[in-house]
């Protein structure tokens, strides 16, 4: 059994839209699992449903092992989940320091520690630390969002698109810090319209289409077909 696992997930904004229509995938220990789908296949809901921000209609949820499906954020994160949204995610008129505190909220007790080590892992935030967070560049801005996420010491993290927006150089440095965060030992779960780079550094991958499971597989044989290159890559 992975650290996390869905099954048969249907998810919608009222009680008749379904956006999710029984997407299942699991992700394993120490894993990178890309999620890479067209516009509107409700990737970013299904990060949503996981994180607790909406309940599903039906399906399972468990993170290691235990049933998460309809728990509330905070109970989600106390388990070891975190979650990055696409935007809003950090607080701009906030120091970087004073963010990463907000970041450790579900355990104030340890968070110095907490944000000691975030500073020993990001230099770029280690030496910005008392700049507003308004102040940083759109990539400095989601390795703070990331850090923040590792303020709960999470199993498994959440990522909605974290190089939307930024330049081909920022968005390399950004894959290089969600890989180094994952040898420390976080899955992570990685909704990104950059599908190449996606499937470049994950293990393995799920593409989703109108809300439904379309192909999984390792990333690097997903990266090689022909049809993946075709409606995904550009090629």
């Not at 299904?46 to 468990?62: D, E, F, H, Q, V």
């Not at 630390?129 to 999470?154: C, H, Y």
């Amino acid at each position: 059994m992975g650290v996390l696992t869905v099954a048969d997930l249907i998810v919608g904004y009222s009680p008749t839209d379904e956006i999710l229509k029984g997407v299942g995938f699991d992700v394993g220990a120490g894993e990178i699992v890309g999620v890479i789908g067209p516009n509107g296949a409700g990737k970013s809901t299904l990060l949503k449903a996981i994180a607790g921000l909406l309940r599903p209609s039906r399906g399972t949820i468990a993170l290691n092992g235990e049933p998460i499906g309809g728990h509330a954020p905070r109970d989600i994160c106390r388990r070891g989940l975190a979650y990055v949204p696409q935007e809003n995610n950090i607080f701009p008129s906030m120091s970087v320091r004073e963010n990463l505190e907000m970041g450790g909220f579900a355990d104030p007790g340890g968070a110095r520690r907490r944000i000691d080590a975030v500073f020993a892992r990001f230099d770029v935030l280690a030496r910005k630390r008392r700049q507003v967070a308004r102040a940083l560049s759109g990539g400095e801005r989601q390795i703070l969002a990331m850090a923040m996420a590792l303020m709960v010491d999470p199993t498994v993290l959440l990522l909605d698109e974290p190089s939307a927006g930024l330049s081909p150089i920022a968005a390399e440095r950004l894959f290089e810090s969600i890989q180094a965060i994952n040898r420390e030992g976080v899955s992570i779960v990685m909704v990104e319209q950059n599908a190449r780079e996606a499937l470049a550094i994950a293990t393995r991958a799920y593409i989703l289409v109108d809300g439904r499971n379309s192909r999984s597989g390792p990333a690097a044989a997903l990266a090689a077909d022909p049809d993946i290159q075709r409606l995904f890559l550009g090629a």
